[in-house]
C-alpha cells in the first residue's frame, strides 16, 4: 500500500510538472506573438490601402419566394400600395444581388483616415470621409441633398472603427493598439490545426472571456492570422479568411481577403476584397487633417456633453448656430439668415392660397354646425 500511495504521489507531481511546463511553453509563445505583431504595428506606422470590395447576397429561397407571391395576391384588393411593395421586395430578392464599393484606408499610428468612393458614376467620387485623430472623430459626406454634411465627436484614442469590412487589415496592421485581437481573452490550443497543408496556431477565447471568436496564425508568416471565425450556439456565424504576398522590406502583406456571414449554415452575405495600391513608411501625417467645406451643415457632439450643437459653416469661418426653434427650417432658410431668424415651417410659412383655403373650410363648418344646431331645437 505504501508503494501505490507514493507512485500516485509521483505521478501527481509529474502531471503538475508537465502542466507547468506546458503553459510556461504557452506563455512564451503568446509573449513571441504579441512582440512580433506589436514590432510590425510600429514598422508600418505609416501605411495606406486601397481596395475593392465585391460582395454578393444570395436570392431567396424558392420556398420564401412563393410565400411573398401568395401574400401579394391576398393584399391586391385591400391594399394596393402594400401589394406594390411586396412586388418591389420580391423583385429584389428573386436574384442574387451584388454591389461594389472603392475603399481607402490610411493608418497614422493610432490614427486613421477613411474614405469611400462611388465606382458607379461616371466620375470615380468620394462619398464619405472619417478621420479619427487624437480622441477626435470627423466625418464628411461632401454632397448629401445638394450641400455637405459633417458629424464631430468625441472617441477614445485607441478605438477602431466597428466595420467588418475593415477587419481584416486591422487584423493585419493593428491587432493590439485597436485591441482588435485582445490577448488577455484567448489562449493557445494545445494542437495545431492544418490549413492548406500549413499547421496553424490556434488561438481560441477563454470560456469566460465573452467571446465566441478563433484566430489561426501561420508561424512561418511571423504568426500571420490566415483564418478568422466567429460563432454563435456551437454554429460558425462569420468565417474569413487572408491571403498574403511577401514583401522583402515590410514582410507579409495581405492581397486579398474573403468574409462569408451565415445563418443556420448557409450563406448568408459573402464579400471579396482585393487590395489594388498600397503604401508604406510615406509620412502621410498632412492628410489627416480633414477640414469642412464653407457652408457645410456641421452636427458637433464636443461642445456640450448633453446634445450635440447644429451649426453652417460661413465661409468666413464664423458658425452659424441652429436654434431648437428653427429644426422645421430648410437649409437654405437656415444659410440665408442669422441665427434664431431662420422661418420656422408650420409657423409663418403656410401661403396665402392655403390660408385663404384653411379659412374658408372653417367658416363653412361652423355654418354647417349652426343649422344642426337650429335644428335640434325645433325638435
Excluded at 140 to 159: H, K
Amino acid at each position: 500500500m505504501p508503494h501505490i500511495q507514493t507512485a500516485v504521489v509521483t505521478l501527481s507531481m509529474l502531471i503538475l510538472h508537465y502542466s507547468s511546463t506546458f503553459a510556461d511553453a504557452q506563455d512564451a509563445r503568446l509573449k513571441t506573438i504579441v512582440e512580433r505583431w506589436t514590432a510590425k504595428e510600429s514598422e508600418t506606422r505609416f501605411a495606406s490601402f486601397q481596395w475593392t470590395d465585391r460582395s454578393r447576397v444570395p436570392k431567396a429561397t424558392d420556398l420564401k419566394l412563393e410565400a411573398v407571391r401568395e401574400l401579394i395576391e391576398k393584399r391586391r384588393k385591400i391594399d394596393p400600395e402594400g401589394a406594390r411593395a411586396l412586388e418591389a421586395t420580391l423583385a429584389k430578392n428573386s436574384e442574387d444581388r451584388l454591389s461594389e464599393q472603392s475603399i481607402t484606408l490610411k493608418l497614422n499610428g493610432n490614427d486613421w483616415r477613411l474614405d469611400y468612393y462611388d465606382v458607379t458614376a461616371a466620375k470615380k467620387e468620394c462619398v464619405e470621409t472619417i478621420v479619427s485623430k487624437g480622441g477626435l472623430r470627423k466625418i464628411l459626406i461632401p454632397d448629401s441633398n445638394s450641400f455637405a454634411t459633417g458629424l464631430v465627436e468625441q472617441t477614445q484614442v485607441s478605438a477602431a472603427p466597428q466595420l467588418e469590412f475593415l477587419r481584416a487589415l486591422f487584423i493585419c496592421y493593428r491587432p493590439t493598439a485597436f485591441k482588435v485581437i485582445d490577448l488577455s481573452k484567448y489562449e493557445l490550443d494545445s494542437q495545431p490545426q492544418k490549413l492548406n497543408d500549413t499547421d496553424c496556431l490556434v488561438l481560441k477565447a477563454k470560456k469566460d472571456s465573452g467571446s465566441a471568436t478563433t484566430f489561426y496564425l501561420d508561424p512561418g508568416m511571423e504568426f500571420a492570422v490566415v483564418r478568422w471565425t466567429e460563432g454563435s450556439n456551437g454554429q460558425i456565424t462569420t468565417k474569413g479568411d487572408i491571403d498574403y504576398f511577401h514583401d522583402k522590406t515590410y514582410g507579409w502583406i495581405p492581397k486579398e481577403w474573403r468574409r462569408v456571414n451565415m445563418h443556420d449554415g448557409k450563406m448568408n452575405t459573402s464579400v471579396s476584397s482585393r487590395i489594388d495600391s498600397w503604401e508604406i513608411g510615406r509620412d502621410n501625417s498632412l492628410e489627416f487633417d480633414l477640414q469642412f467645406p464653407a457652408n457645410s451643415l456641421i452636427h458637433d457632439r464636443t461642445i456640450t456633453r448633453e446634445k450635440k450643437v447644429s451649426y453652417i459653416l460661413r465661409p468666413d469661418g464664423t458658425k452659424r448656430l441652429i436654434t431648437k426653434e428653427e429644426s422645421t427650417a430648410t437649409y437654405e432658410e437656415l444659410k440665408n439668415s442669422e441665427s434664431g431668424q431662420a422661418k420656422k415651417r408650420g409657423y409663418h410659412s403656410i401661403s396665402p392660397f392655403y390660408a385663404v383655403l384653411v379659412a374658408v373650410v372653417v367658416a363653412a363648418g361652423l355654418i354647417l354646425l349652426v343649422r344642426w344646431l337650429r335644428t335640434k331645437r325645433l325638435f
